[in-house]
């Protein structure tokens, strides 16, 4: 009996399709279940043994609002005292009409921002995870593909989130459409969720009416000490002239704390020490956008609220203090020990000297706020002369047939196997648009990267294939005096070094553009005196303004077939007697003497000179 009980509630609780019945009739046998079409119409349901709405419809209920007992057992039609659930009928409180009216009679209910009936109402915007992101740099990616300019309202971080609200259904839909079209510098697509808000946040119903602003400047004033360049806004809210002109000014509301900002950017920009104790403040959102009004605040009372977290003090930590007090907030007993709380503060506040009114330990540190000149950088490093004369040799044999017209001829510095790569920095920019396009589209940055069919087809294999493809990159003149070689391996068989410097694009859309690049050549010998590359992995980026400024600022020699022409004997002896005092060859030699007028002790200060402050290029010694 157990048994056939058991059978009949799996056959009434069998989610399938018509039940057991939905295999065909053949072969069914006498105990094949009934189709629902052949059920009578009290039994149609899906709930359990027994009388009332099964489980779907309790959820049903909670979900759309209170039902009474006796409306669960009614029936509408007539002569049916009771009738048990029928999950097919239509049913008021399933997200059905009624319930969209019920909700839109309480201003709530849609998920979305749909329809003309919320257009002007107010919507909430989340980004998961936001908290990682910095504001500027969120708001201006998500208006850089938003179709629609919006101002974000008050956009504060809830947990890891990132939150703002927005007026318009309008905007809403345009901020959706924006989700996973952006992506962050670690790769991942920053989502948009929109939620529909029921009324207006209260922070912005309150917003403080110009006679409350102008009575809260009034209090203010009579609380600044402007001796000591100090605020006292402790227990601000419970002050007998604002409680008199019943304005209610909580700080943790965005309004209030931007109003109290306001009033010391305009009037106390100097202000070196805030009391804000006593306010009941748990977070410090808004507190952090006095970071960059008040410059010159040192000390900060923020005893008895209720901070919990550090995580608050992160918010504020570009204010350079020197005096905190953080006493009776739930977060200072979050720490093991008296010590490890400290390094928490101090960790914010490197330059802290009090904290909660006791004299810190002076900290170990170094001070750099003083205009600091970094050490020039060094220059280039071969190992040994012989080393410095082969690859300087090979430069500019490279690079002479690297900014002609045809970079054909460069098969005979590449191995048969060789391989090269090209790499330019990450940008979340459209190819198209980005003044990199024409070697972001080949750009093999591994970090990047992810695909391994990706990786394998941007790396060029054989001379044929590598040559074929640097013929295709935009034609350039590099700025040969700008170079610096750094040797990383030298032996007997392969010679691994980098080439750093910029040059400049000579034809196309970007003709003109500087670009900086770096290049690790990895060679093996050839010949008696050659290199040949087994490995060339190239990096481009925009260059710099200083190393704009800097390119091209000594001419490269104008290459001829003789790079000595024809010279008076005098001439003649004076080139060889320079070449041989400075080191210099004869091409940058006669250049020398030639822009010096034959002056050769002139020629000789102007080379002395340039020689010390590191402007002579390294191919003029090669001889």
Same mark, same amino acid.
């Given at each position: 009996?157990?048994?056939?009980?058991?059978?009949?509630?799996?056959?009434?609780?069998?989610?399938?399709?018509?039940?057991?019945?939905?295999?065909?009739?053949?072969?069914?046998?006498?105990?094949?279940?009934?189709?629902?079409?052949?059920?009578?119409?009290?039994?149609?349901?899906?709930?359990?043994?027994?009388?009332?709405?099964?489980?779907?419809?309790?959820?049903?209920?909670?979900?759309?609002?209170?039902?009474?007992?006796?409306?669960?057992?009614?029936?509408?039609?007539?002569?049916?005292?009771?009738?048990?659930?029928?999950?097919?009928?239509?049913?008021?409180?399933?997200?059905?009409?009624?319930?969209?009216?019920?909700?839109?009679?309480?201003?709530?209910?849609?998920?979305?921002?749909?329809?003309?009936?919320?257009?002007?109402?107010?919507?909430?915007?989340?980004?998961?995870?936001?908290?990682?992101?910095?504001?500027?740099?969120?708001?201006?990616?998500?208006?850089?593909?938003?179709?629609?300019?919006?101002?974000?309202?008050?956009?504060?971080?809830?947990?890891?989130?990132?939150?703002?609200?927005?007026?318009?259904?309008?905007?809403?839909?345009?901020?959706?459409? #924006?989700?996973?079209?952006?992506?962050?510098?670690?790769?991942?697509?920053?989502?948009?969720?929109?939620?529909?808000?029921?009324?207006?946040?209260?922070?912005?119903?309150?917003?403080?009416?110009?006679?409350?602003?102008?009575?809260?400047?009034?209090?203010?004033?009579?609380?600044?000490?402007?001796?000591?360049?100090?605020?006292?806004?402790?227990?601000?809210?419970?002050?007998?002239?604002?409680?008199?002109?019943?304005?209610?000014?909580?700080?943790?509301?965005?309004?209030?704390?931007?109003?109290?900002?306001?009033?010391?950017?305009?009037?106390?920009?100097?202000?070196?020490?805030?009391?804000?104790?006593?306010?009941?403040?748990?977070?410090?959102?808004?507190?952090?956008?006095? #970071?960059?009004?008040?410059?010159?605040?040192?000390?900060?009372?923020?005893?008895?609220?209720?901070?919990?977290?550090?995580?608050?003090?992160?918010?504020?930590?570009?204010?350079?203090?020197?005096?905190?007090?953080?006493?009776?907030?739930?977060?200072?007993?979050?720490?093991?020990?008296?010590?490890?709380?400290?390094?928490?503060?101090?960790?914010?506040?490197?330059?802290?000297?009090?904290?909660?009114?006791?004299?810190?330990?002076?900290?170990?540190?170094?001070?750099?706020?003083?205009?600091?000149?970094?050490?020039?950088?060094?220059?280039?490093?071969?190992?040994?002369?012989?080393?410095?004369?082969?690859?300087?040799?090979?430069?500019?044999?490279?690079?002479?047939?690297?900014?002609?017209?045809?970079?054909?001829?460069?098969?005979?510095?590449?191995?048969?196997?060789?391989?090269?790569?090209?790499?330019?920095?990450?940008?979340?920019?459209?190819?198209?648009?980005?003044?990199?396009?024409?070697?972001?589209?080949?750009?093999?940055?591994?970090?990047?990267?992810?695909?391994?069919?990706?990786?394998?087809?941007?790396?060029?294999?054989?001379?044929?294939?590598?040559?074929?493809?640097?013929?295709?990159?935009?034609?350039?003149?590099?700025?040969?005096?700008?170079?610096?070689?750094?040797?990383?391996?030298?032996?007997?068989?392969?010679?691994?070094?980098?080439?750093?410097?910029?040059?400049?694009?000579?034809?196309?859309?970007?003709?003109?553009?500087?670009?900086?690049?770096?290049?690790?050549?990895?060679?093996?010998?050839?010949?008696?005196?050659?290199?040949?590359?087994?490995?060339?992995?190239?990096?481009?980026?925009?260059?710099?303004?200083?190393?704009?400024?800097?390119?091209?600022?000594?001419?490269?020699?104008?290459?001829?077939?003789?790079?000595?022409?024809?010279?008076?004997?005098?001439?003649?002896?004076?080139?060889?007697?320079?070449?041989?005092?400075?080191?210099?060859?004869?091409?940058?030699?006669?250049?020398?003497?030639?822009?010096?007028?034959?002056?050769?002790?002139?020629?000789?200060?102007?080379?002395?000179?340039?020689?010390?402050?590191?402007?002579?290029?390294?191919?003029?010694?090669?001889?």
């Amino acid at each position: 009996m157990a048994m056939a009980d058991e059978g009949r509630h799996y056959n009434e609780h069998d989610d399938r399709v018509g039940g057991p019945a939905f295999r065909s009739k053949k072969g069914r046998g006498p105990f094949r279940g009934r189709m629902y079409s052949e059920q009578p119409p009290r039994q149609r349901h899906r709930g359990g043994v027994g009388w009332g709405p099964g489980p779907r419809a309790r959820f049903d209920e909670d979900e759309g609002g209170d039902v009474s007992m006796n409306d669960t057992l009614q029936d509408s039609s007539p002569g049916s005292g009771q009738r048990r659930f029928n999950p097919y009928s239509v049913r008021p409180n399933r997200r059905g009409e009624d319930r969209f009216d019920r909700d839109r009679e309480r201003g709530g209910g849609q998920r979305g921002p749909r329809g003309a009936a919320n257009r002007k109402s107010w919507f909430k915007i989340t980004i998961p995870c936001g908290k990682k992101y910095d504001k500027p740099w969120l708001i201006a990616a998500l208006q850089g593909v938003c179709s629609l300019q919006f101002t974000p309202v008050h956009f504060h971080y809830e947990k890891n989130n990132a939150v703002f609200f927005v007026e318009d259904a309008t905007t809403a839909n345009a901020l959706k459409m #924006v989700s996973r079209k952006i992506t962050d510098k670690d790769s991942y697509k920053v989502v948009v969720i929109i939620n529909s808000s029921s009324s207006p946040p209260s922070f912005i119903q309150n917003e403080l009416k110009p006679e409350e602003l102008e009575q809260l400047k009034q209090c203010m004033s009579k609380r600044f000490d402007g001796s000591q360049q100090a605020l006292d806004l402790n227990s601000l809210r419970t002050d007998p002239d604002l409680v008199t002109h019943n304005i209610d000014l909580v700080l943790n509301r965005r309004n209030c704390m931007q109003a109290v900002n306001k009033v010391i950017e305009e009037n106390i920009p100097e202000l070196v020490s805030l009391n804000l104790s006593n306010n009941r403040l748990y977070r410090l959102d808004d507190l952090s956008e006095l #970071v960059n009004k008040a410059t010159k605040l040192k000390s900060l009372n923020l005893s008895r609220n209720e901070l919990k977290t550090e995580r608050e003090l992160d918010k504020i930590k570009g204010f350079q203090l020197e005096e905190l007090w953080l006493d009776r907030n739930a977060l200072c007993d979050s720490f093991k020990d008296h010590s490890t709380y400290i390094s928490a503060v101090r960790e914010r506040f490197s330059k802290l000297l009090r904290l909660d009114g006791h004299i810190l330990p002076l900290p170990i540190a170094f001070d750099v706020e003083a205009p600091t000149t970094l050490p020039p950088g060094k220059g280039s490093y071969f190992g040994s002369d012989d080393i410095k004369s082969l690859i300087l040799r090979f430069l500019q044999q490279y690079y002479s047939v690297y900014d002609s017209a045809d970079r054909q001829p460069l098969l005979d510095a590449y191995h048969d196997g060789a391989s090269f790569s090209l790499t330019v920095p990450f940008t979340t920019q459209n190819p198209s648009r980005s003044s990199l396009g024409e070697y972001q589209k080949d750009s093999r940055n591994v970090k990047k990267l992810s695909n391994p069919a990706a990786r394998f087809r941007l790396l060029k294999h054989t001379r044929l294939m590598v040559v074929a493809f640097l013929n295709e990159l935009p034609k350039t003149q590099h700025d040969v005096s700008s170079f610096v070689v750094d040797v990383s391996a030298c032996t007997n068989t392969l010679l691994s070094f980098t080439v750093a410097g910029v040059f400049k694009e000579v034809d196309g859309k970007a003709r003109d553009s500087v670009r900086a690049f770096s290049r690790v050549f990895v060679t093996v010998p050839a010949g008696n005196t050659g290199l040949c590359i087994v490995n060339d992995e190239l990096f481009v980026r925009n260059a710099s303004t200083e190393e704009i400024r800097r390119a091209f600022a000594t001419p490269a020699p104008t290459p001829s077939s003789s790079p000595v022409p024809s010279l008076s004997a005098p001439q003649q002896e004076m080139l060889s007697a320079f070449s041989l005092q400075s080191g210099m060859n004869l091409e940058w030699t006669q250049k020398c003497l030639q822009d010096n007028e034959w002056d050769f002790n002139r020629a000789a200060q102007i080379f002395t000179q340039l020689k010390a402050e590191g402007k002579i290029p390294d191919v003029a010694f090669v001889k």
